[in-house]
């Protein structure tokens, strides 16, 4: 979308008698709180039950190749369509970018429950790749909804409130595995009607992706409006998405992005799906997900009201992550020194001894990977408030984050040494908390 005026004039064009209409204004549905509420329960209902699938580890499959093939594919067609993501967003607008990129989630999971049946790769394959120009998509739009409709002085918790109602999809959808195979507790691939729960939920996130109002409709309480916007066109989002590899902001959250996901092959397939039985993995991916929400809102406030001045709540966000990253990595060398890929040991259930420190050490790695990611997409907040560009930086950032996970999948489907995939991830994460805090320093305003 291409803006009139600049940046800060196009974003404050005031409508004094939208604020004055009702008793509870933040409510209007063109508020900005209504809105990221929405874009929360689309993701709630698409990638929301996406993670809670993969979190079971092998996307619920007792031989999990299948699924570290499709979602190879998926994260490299993402990996693009995520860079990308952003300038098509400009150029269709929140409805068919929405729409588009959440009936793929639909798609994805009825090729695990052809697979189910017939165990043939391709299908799951394509629909992985198809899933990965989807989610470029969808991500693409839900960064630019999320990081420029609220406020400038609240969006790490309006952040929180998005990533608190997207993961209790992750809950739900931990829950209806456990439910359903509650008395399976031997290793087995899920049932079908798992997979048409999942659909179920997925389905209707499509259907309610046709609610997003466009930028230019939102208005917050105090009459502004989050942008005044035209639409883009194909050559201008090629030059400026071009433009953005140059970008010495952008670089700096480059090893962020890359790492953001990475850790995810080695916590779903080698300590969830290799330390517990079926039914205790989607009992674990009920507080996965819970601890993700519990890790946003806890990052959100320290974002938002920990100190008055901006930047120096963004280095403190940038410690606390960085301070608990080390301590729950430390954790995970602790327990991995105990197996190995050629020595598991006996599966757990939640009713077994010996649950309770593995069961935390995954609560733990969900938690911090909401705060990272949060901390991330409140830093990309603060570095501007129109939603043509931060759509190129969200997209940016998902794009750079699936290629990191793409790689991670291949080196967890070659079995590469746990100890191995543990101390990258760790290396990773840690090496990009001093960017942050360099961009943090350099880039971000007080005002």
Same mark, same amino acid.
């Given at each position: 979308?291409?803006?009139?005026?600049?940046?800060?004039?196009?974003?404050?064009?005031?409508?004094?008698?939208?604020?004055?209409?009702?008793?509870?204004?933040?409510?209007?549905?063109?508020?900005?709180?209504?809105?990221?509420?929405?874009?929360?329960?689309?993701?709630?209902?698409?990638?929301?039950?996406?993670?809670?699938?993969?979190?079971?580890?092998?996307?619920?499959?007792?031989?999990?190749?299948?699924?570290?093939?499709?979602?190879?594919?998926?994260?490299?067609?993402?990996?693009?369509?995520?860079?990308?993501?952003? &300038?098509?967003?400009?150029?269709?607008?929140?409805?068919?970018?929405?729409?588009?990129?959440?009936?793929?989630?639909?798609?994805?999971?009825?090729?695990?429950?052809?697979?189910?049946?017939?165990?043939?790769?391709?299908?799951?394959?394509?629909?992985?790749?198809?899933?990965?120009?989807?989610?470029?998509?969808?991500?693409?739009?839900?960064?630019?909804?999320?990081?420029?409709?609220?406020?400038?002085?609240?969006?790490?918790?309006?952040?929180?409130?998005?990533?608190?109602?997207?993961?209790?999809?992750?809950?739900?959808?931990?829950?209806?595995?456990?439910?359903?195979?509650?008395?399976?507790?031997?290793?087995?691939?899920?049932?079908?009607?798992?997979?048409?729960?999942?659909?179920?939920?997925?389905?209707?996130?499509?259907?309610?992706?046709?609610?997003?109002?466009?930028?230019?409709?939102?208005?917050?309480?105090?009459?502004?409006?989050?942008?005044?916007?035209?639409?883009?066109?194909?050559?201008?989002?090629?030059?400026?998405?071009?433009?953005?590899?140059?970008?010495?902001?952008?670089?700096?959250?480059?090893?962020?992005?890359?790492?953001?996901?990475?850790?995810?092959?080695?916590?779903?397939?080698?300590?969830?799906?290799?330390?517990?039985?079926?039914?205790?993995?989607?009992?674990?991916?009920?507080?996965?997900?819970?601890?993700?929400?519990?890790?946003?809102?806890?990052?959100?406030?320290?974002?938002?009201?920990?100190?008055?001045?901006?930047?120096?709540?963004?280095?403190?966000?940038?410690?606390?992550?960085?301070?608990?990253?080390?301590?729950?990595?430390?954790?995970?060398?602790?327990?991995?020194?105990?197996?190995?890929?050629?020595?598991?040991?006996?599966?757990?259930?939640?009713?077994?001894?010996?649950?309770?420190?593995?069961?935390?050490?995954?609560?733990?790695?969900?938690?911090?990977?909401?705060?990272?990611?949060?901390?991330?997409?409140?830093?990309?907040?603060?570095?501007?408030?129109?939603?043509?560009?931060?759509?190129?930086?969200?997209?940016?950032?998902?794009?750079?984050?699936? &290629?990191?996970?793409?790689?991670?999948?291949?080196?967890?489907?070659?079995?590469?040494?746990?100890?191995?995939?543990?101390?990258?991830?760790?290396?990773?994460?840690?090496?990009?908390?001093?960017?942050?805090?360099?961009?943090?320093?350099?880039?971000?305003?007080?005002?």
């Amino acid at each position: 979308m291409v803006s009139n005026g600049d940046e800060e004039s196009g974003n404050q064009v005031q409508q004094p008698e939208t604020s004055k209409n009702s008793c509870s204004p933040c409510f209007r549905y063109n508020s900005p709180l209504v809105q990221v509420i929405l874009i929360g329960v689309v993701c709630f209902c698409c990638p929301g039950m996406f993670n809670a699938l993969s979190g079971m580890g092998g996307g619920g499959q007792l031989n999990h190749t299948a699924s570290n093939n499709s979602l190879t594919a998926l994260y490299t067609t993402f990996s693009i369509f995520g860079i990308l993501g952003g &300038a098509i967003y400009n150029i269709l607008g929140p409805h068919l970018t929405l729409l588009a990129g959440c009936s793929t989630y639909v798609l994805y999971t009825s090729s695990l429950l052809y697979y189910n049946h017939h165990h043939h790769q391709a299908f799951t394959i394509l629909s992985g790749a198809l899933l990965g120009v989807g989610a470029g998509l969808l991500w693409a739009a839900h960064g630019a909804i999320m990081t420029s409709y609220p406020p400038s002085n609240r969006k790490g918790t309006y952040i929180s409130i998005f990533w608190s109602i997207f993961n209790m999809g992750g809950v739900i959808g931990g829950l209806i595995p456990f439910i359903l195979n509650y008395h399976r507790s031997e290793a087995a691939s899920v049932n079908d009607g798992t997979y048409i729960g999942f659909m179920c939920f997925m389905s209707v996130g499509t259907v309610l992706s046709l609610a997003i109002l466009p930028a230019s409709k939102v208005v917050r309480d105090d009459g502004s409006r989050c942008t005044s916007v035209l639409y883009s066109n194909v050559s201008t989002e090629c030059v400026e998405v071009l433009k953005l590899f140059s970008n010495w902001k952008v670089l700096l959250m480059i090893p962020a992005a890359w790492s953001s996901n990475f850790f995810y092959p080695y916590q779903f397939n080698d300590v969830n799906e290799a330390l517990f039985n079926l039914r205790t993995r989607g009992f674990n991916s009920v507080f996965y997900w819970g601890a993700q929400m519990l890790g946003s809102v806890g990052i959100g406030y320290v974002m938002d009201f920990s100190f008055e001045r901006r930047r120096v709540r963004g280095l403190v966000g940038v410690v606390v992550v960085g301070v608990l990253g080390t301590v729950i990595w430390g954790g995970a060398l602790a327990n991995q020194v105990r197996y190995s890929s050629n020595d598991l040991p006996e599966k757990l259930d939640f009713k077994y001894p010996g649950f309770a420190g593995p069961f935390a050490l995954y609560c733990s790695f969900g938690m911090l990977d909401a705060m990272l990611q949060s901390l991330v997409y409140w830093v990309i907040g603060a570095l501007a408030n129109d939603s043509e560009i931060l759509s190129r930086y969200s997209g940016l950032f998902k794009g750079i984050q699936s &290629a990191g996970v793409a790689v991670a999948w291949q080196i967890d489907e070659h079995n590469v040494c746990l100890m191995t995939q543990l101390i990258v991830n760790w290396v990773l994460t840690t090496i990009s908390y001093p960017l942050l805090f360099v961009l943090i320093m350099l880039a971000v305003k007080d005002e």
